[in-house]
């Protein structure tokens, strides 16, 4: 049974109602479908929907996909936990991160990208519940680590990304959300040209879109639970 087509209609319908209520263009948030754990049928249904920007987070299985589907120019972004010895391979086959926090990988990254192909776009990751067991740099660290990946050739920093803590209430997660666009605004004063915030997913993407969300990154509600 296949309702990839209606679903990611929905989840369009709610991007563009959250997008209204916010007094904000739609065209203003991107819509970022996650595959992870799907197959890659299941992304073409999708690509074939009219979607365009597919999230990923296990390097190999994105790997199987993206050369299952080289014929589509689809827009790669890897949006797992980086790992130093896979850098190599997202360098090459990706077109965005969204999980960079720490500044030698940004470097590695840089090295690594090659050199016929755009800059990759990076997100720096905050983790803004202070949980240890997350990925993403603590906000007092963030201003550095953004100087010195946005001064790195060969890669791109477009701003910030967040994942809340799943057991925040609402009221909590807005205001991580809100945290976050408080800290691209001040990256922006430091000079620093940004305009992206990937923040939001299938349950909250509309709270994220009420706080300037311009990318939202949605499995479930797409594909089916995993
Ligand atoms: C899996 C994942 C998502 C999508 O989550 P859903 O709740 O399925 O929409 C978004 N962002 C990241 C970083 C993820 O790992």
Same mark, same amino acid.
């Given at each position: ?7 990611? @209609? ?10 209204? &209520?916010? =007094? ?7 819509? +970022? @479908?996650?595959?992870? /754990?799907?197959?890659?049928? =299941? ?7 009219? $979607? ?18 080289? !014929? ?8 797992? &936990? ?14 965005? #991160? ?9 470097? /590695?990254? !840089? ?10 776009? #990076? ?14 740099? *603590? ?8 100087? %010195?990946?946005?001064? +790195?050739? *060969? ?9 809340? =803590? ?5 009221? $909590?997660? &807005? ?10 605004? %001040?990256?922006?004063? $430091? *000079?620093? @040209?940004? =305009? ?19 990318? #939202?990154? #949605?499995?479930?509600?797409?594909? *089916?639970?995993?």
């Amino acid at each position: 049974m296949n309702q990839i087509p209606e679903r990611l @209609a929905a989840v369009g319908q709610r991007i563009a109602d959250a997008a209204a &209520r916010a =007094d904000r263009e739609p065209g203003g948030v991107q819509l +970022l @479908a996650v595959s992870k /754990k799907k197959p890659a049928r =299941d992304v073409l249904a999708a690509w074939s929907a009219g $979607q365009r920007l597919f999230g990923e987070n296990y390097v190999q299985e994105a790997l199987e996909k993206i050369r299952a589907l080289s !014929a589509y120019p689809i827009e790669w972004h890897y949006i797992g &936990r980086l790992q130093s010895n896979k850098l190599a391979e997202i360098a090459q086959h990706f077109s965005w #991160v969204h999980g960079l926090d720490r500044l030698s990988h940004a470097e /590695k990254l !840089a090295r690594l990208r090659p050199a016929d192909a755009p800059p990759i776009n #990076v997100c720096i990751q905050v983790n803004l519940s202070n949980e240890t067991s997350k990925g993403g740099i *603590g906000e007092a660290e963030l201003a550095e680590l953004a100087t %010195a990946v946005a001064a +790195l050739s *060969g890669l791109k920093l477009r701003g910030l990304m967040t994942m809340p =803590d799943p057991a925040c209430d609402e009221e $909590q997660t &807005r205001e991580t959300f809100r945290r976050l666009r408080q800290l691209l605004a %001040a990256l922006d004063q $430091q *000079g620093l @040209a940004l =305009d992206t915030l990937s923040m939001g997913m299938s349950g909250d993407l509309e709270l994220a879109i009420a706080e300037g969300a311009s990318i #939202v990154r #949605v499995g479930t509600d797409i594909f *089916g639970p995993r």
